[in-house]
């Protein structure tokens, strides 16, 4: 049966989940971010576009290299919910 703790909990676990997915390609584009500000400090290159391209070119590696880790880890949560789905109907 489904009680405000088991629903606390699926929610505290898809919370952390989406936490820990998504905080890689936060990282990877935060540092990318502040290396790029740093350069146009240090040239006085004042163009909003310049990081565009190395933060795309960054999110684009850290998924093809960690999109395998986040996919399993994703799929592993879904199944753990289907397999629940008996406990908490009855």
Same mark, same amino acid.
């Not at 909990?9 to 540092?31: E, N």
């Given at each position: 049966?489904? =009680?405000?703790?088991?629903? $606390? !909990? %699926? ?5 952390? @989940?989406?936490? *820990?997915?998504?905080?890689? +390609? #936060? ?15 240090? =040239?006085?290159?004042?163009? $909003? !576009? %310049? ?5 795309? @070119?960054?999110? *684009?590696?850290?998924?093809? +290299? #960690? ?20 406990? $908490?109907?009855?």
């Amino acid at each position: 049966m489904m =009680t405000p703790e088991s629903v $606390m !909990t %699926l929610g505290q676990q898809a919370l952390t @989940l989406a936490v *820990v997915v998504s905080a890689p +390609i #936060l990282l990877v584009a935060l540092g990318i971010g502040l290396i790029i500000s740093i350069f146009q400090a240090a =040239t006085q290159i004042n163009e $909003m !576009t %310049l990081s565009f391209i190395p933060k795309m @070119l960054g999110l *684009v590696l850290v998924l093809v +290299i #960690l999109g395998p880790w986040m996919i399993s880890l994703m799929v592993d949560y879904i199944h753990r919910l289907y397999e629940g789905i008996p406990a $908490m109907v009855g």
